[in-house]
């Protein structure tokens, strides 16, 4: 068909074979590209496409491996590109459906890592939060802590003095105890204990002197005087 036929200059189709000044031929390549395959290629796939339409080529017109760059030049002005047909377009589209199928998946991968990244910077921040509630929650319980060691020290000291006045006490009972099984008498400061031993001391200290007394005669019973 004639309509399916498009022609190209010599140095679009020398830059493309043969790399001579590809620079200033990569928008006339990839239009080349475009109708040889019969598919829009971008920048990712136009690596794959040169690939694929290198070998198309090649296997055409086999003596262009040997060919130089001047040579590719000299052949004439212009170069008469058909698209591929249906056989070799079904196999390059193949292989152009599992590049997409893989750039797919690493553009999946990459949103993923992103949202990833931006997750993970999240974490980091609450992380950070985190650990500052954490600083602040354990300065004030290691506060606490010490606030709770110094009343209980308070506690222990005020029951030691507590405990030791009790043995004081005990030991003044016992004390008086030991007096008593010694002496038979209970010694206090004050109260009626105390009163109560003087009499009995002094009665011992007369010898039992009677509750009556008389002046009796130094001569008979009879004669005397008394009361």
Known sequence: MADARKIFSMSTFAAYIKGVNKEAQS???KEMLEH???REIDADMQPFAEALGK???????????????????????????????????????????RIEGYKKTLDEQAAKIKELEVAKAEFETKATALEKDVAEYKGKVEAFEA?????????????QQTV??????????????????KHGVVTVAAGDGGAAAAPAEAAEETGGVPDDFGFGASGSDGDGFGF
């Open 147 to 159: 606030s709770a060691k110094g009343e209980g020290d308070k506690v222990i000291v005020t029951s």
């Open 164 to 181: 030791e006045e009790y043995i004081g006490k005990v030991n003044e009972l016992l004390e008086q105890i030991e007096n008593v099984k």
């Open 27 to 29: 928008a006339n390549i």
């Open 55 to 97: 070998a198309y080529v090649y296997e055409q017109h086999p003596e262009l491996a040997k060919m130089k760059g001047k040579e590719v030049l000299n052949m004439g002005d212009n170069v008469s590109v058909t698209p591929m047909p249906a056989e070799a377009k079904a196999e390059a589209d193949a292989v152009f459906a």
């Open 36 to 38: 040889l395959t019969g």
